[in-house]
């Protein structure tokens, strides 16, 4: 076998850099089979299937940002202009924008140098060494086993880094670093920008589709397997950490980062990005020909002996490594810490609560439960939170398919999948505060729901004719009327419950109204202090409800009244049922 100093690694290059056929190829099968599974996605919405699709499409989203990483390094195609709006069209399906170079060029530059000029960390993902953690007061270190357990650290963190602060981090580092930071204040903002607004109008598109939650889903599986592998590109042992005089760009690569045994099966899914020894070596070399340089170079040499490789059981036992001990120069767990003991079985206690806590992103998907059967309205389809179940459970079929008024009582909590199991098109007036949400507040306003801002009569004016417009465009108009909120209370204890601006709005464009009444089984028992918590949300509809005959000619405030009774003592009804399957 020759010395891996006669291998060329020039040759090597130019034999295995991008090319437009090569790249072409990859985007062009990658296209079909992400564009094949969001149809998969879309036509199992309300199946259980989902629980195939949605992982399929999180290992898909894999590749997908892979080939957005390979586009940031200029390797992905020959062109870098070309590279540019790859990156920026990738980004959108992964919400990440091409700002992301900006910390992870750095990361080459530093990854493994103790003492890099940069003062960024050796290790992105390994804060503190075991001095630091020693030295810290006894709240820093409770806090410390809280957050950096291995189990919520890689649930918590993937969703807060990508779902949050890429959308506008590297405008805060910019100001702060100033010049450290070789990208302009607006080239920045623009490519923040446009990648907000492409990921808005992508959650438009896929809410109006109805799989807006399987998507966000498939992402949080993403960006936890992301988080995994890349932890486990850097973190094993021996590390690789050096001063700066003796650390180099190609060490970085061949001891500084490790060779993942992937499964074959899922070798696809990860780019060659498991093949990170290379990129390291050599960032210009796109990961779909990274698998051939590998075998090539171990073929011909033994350059890459030394390199370390994990397999999946490894993999997964580096997950816990969350310090470096440089008395040891190794990564350690927190229970190899010296000198320091487990001070109580709190930490277990506050762990799993965390551990579940940080599990939202399960529940808001689950809860507006994108899995149910539109046909049979969420008819025994289950939540699933860890090892928790909730059952929602419709007590009938929606009764009416054409324009009309939907009065629910407001329940923050169930509110979300109401506008879901509506299997007809239909609109939603909330309170205009909303709008402000960052983000979350223009998809609304995309969506088309409608504001309102209750203490402004120019604004309930101005509602009631968007109002009258859908009607008259046959949608239904979903309203949670004020002083419908408190589901620990029965409406008998409320003295208004409704509104009767909807009641008119129905009464002169005859249309019907349909009541909605929905609850969860935690409840507050008023006379014993208790809260039951029967893991169920029941909801049930009334048939459409109009004004009868016998009233057609009163004038339009006595028949308000009349229609107002009618639905209040239906609301009770409702009530009633509902509770007693509680």
Same mark, same amino acid.
């Given at each position: ?8 690694e ?29 149809y ?11 629980i ?10 894999v ?13 992905y195609?020959p ?13 959108i ?28 960390k ?6 503190y ?19 950096f357990?291995?189990?919520?650290y ?11 602060l ?65 932890h ?25 980062s ?7 099966l ?31 170079v171990?073929s ?7 390199v ?32 320091y003991?487990?001070?109580?079985s ?10 579940? *806590?940080? %599990?939202?992103p399960? @529940? #808001? ?6 899995? +149910? $059967?539109? =046909?049979?309205?969420? !008819?025994?389809?289950?939540l ?12 009938n079929?929606?009764?009416i ?28 007036i ?9 983000? *979350?507040? %223009?998809?609304?306003? @995309? #969506?088309?729901f409608?504001?309102?801002k209750? +203490? $402004?009569? =120019?604004?309930?004016? !101005? ?58 089984g ?7 202090? #208790? ?9 049930i509809?009334?048939n ?13 405030e ?10 209040y ?14």
């Amino acid at each position: 076998m020759d010395n891996p100093e006669k291998i060329n690694e020039t040759d090597f290059f130019m034999k295995y850099k991008s090319s437009y056929k090569s790249a072409f190829l990859d985007l062009s099968f990658h296209t079909f089979l992400v564009s094949s599974t969001f149809y998969l996605l879309w036509l199992f919405k309300n199946s259980w299937y989902s629980i195939l699709t949605i992982p399929l499409l999180g290992l898909l989203n894999v590749k997908t940002f892979i080939i957005f990483h390979d586009c940031q390094h200029q390797s992905y195609t020959p062109i870098k202009i070309l590279n540019y709006i790859l990156s920026h069209l990738s980004g959108i399906f992964i919400l990440t924008s091409p700002n992301w170079i900006v910390d992870h060029h750095v990361h080459h530059l530093t990854n493994g140098n103790i003492e890099n000029k940069y003062n960024y960390k050796y290790n992105e993902l390994i804060d503190y060494t075991e001095t630091q953690f020693l030295k810290m007061s006894l709240l820093n270190k409770f806090m410390f086993k809280v957050f950096f357990n291995y189990k919520v650290y890689f649930t918590l963190f993937p969703f807060a880094y990508f779902f949050i602060l890429q959308r506008f981090v590297y405008i805060i580092k910019k100001m702060k670093y100033l010049d450290k930071i070789s990208k302009s204040l607006i080239n920045i903002i623009f490519d923040h920008l446009i990648n907000n607004i492409c990921i808005t109008l992508l959650f438009t598109f896929l809410f109006k589709n109805k799989v807006l939650y399987h998507y966000l889903f498939s992402l949080y599986i993403t960006y936890i397997i992301g988080f995994m592998l890349f932890h486990n590109q850097h973190t094993f042992n021996p590390p690789y950490i050096v001063n700066n005089k003796n650390w180099n760009m190609k060490n970085s690569g061949l001891l500084g980062s490790s060779f993942i045994q992937i499964p074959y099966l899922l070798k696809y899914f990860s780019g060659g990005i498991e093949y990170h020894h290379i990129h390291h070596i050599n960032a210009k070399i796109p990961g779909y020909n990274l698998q051939k340089y590998h075998e090539e170079v171990i073929s011909k040499s033994n350059l890459f002996d030394n390199v370390v490789k994990l397999s999946m059981s490894d993999c997964y036992n580096n997950l816990k490594l969350r310090l470096y001990s440089e008395k040891n120069n190794k990564y350690i767990r927190l229970d190899e810490v010296e000198n320091y003991k487990n001070t109580s079985s709190i930490f277990y206690y506050i762990n799993l609560f965390l551990y579940i *806590l940080i %599990q939202f992103p399960v @529940l #808001l998907c689950k809860l507006l439960n994108p899995f +149910s $059967d539109i =046909n049979t309205l969420y !008819n025994n389809s289950l939540l699933l939170l860890d090892n928790c179940f909730l059952k929602i459970n419709l007590l009938n079929t929606y009764p009416i398919s054409n324009n009309h008024i939907l009065l629910v009582n407001h329940l923050s909590s169930c509110d979300g999948y109401l506008r879901y199991i509506i299997p007809y098109k239909n609109v939603s007036i909330i309170k205009n505060s909303l709008f402000y949400i960052p983000f *979350l507040g %223009q998809v609304f306003w @995309l #969506l088309n729901f409608i504001f309102i801002k209750r +203490s $402004d009569k =120019n604004s309930r004016n !101005n509602t009631k004719h968007q109002i009258i417009q859908k009607l008259n465009e046959n949608y239904i108009v979903q309203l949670f009327p004020q002083g419908t909120r408190e589901r620990n209370k029965s409406f008998k204890k409320n003295e208004i419950i409704l509104k009767k601006g909807s009641i008119e709005i129905a009464l002169e464009n005859n249309v019907p109204i349909v009541l909605c009444y929905h609850n969860v089984g935690d409840r507050i028992d008023d006379e014993k202090k #208790l809260i039951h918590f029967h893991k169920k949300v029941y909801a049930i509809f009334s048939n459409p409800i109009i004004l009868p005959d016998e009233y057609s000619e009163l004038p339009i405030e006595e028949k308000v009244d009349k229609l107002y009774k009618i639905i209040y003592d239906e609301f009770i009804r409702l009530e009633t049922i509902v509770l007693k399957k509680l």
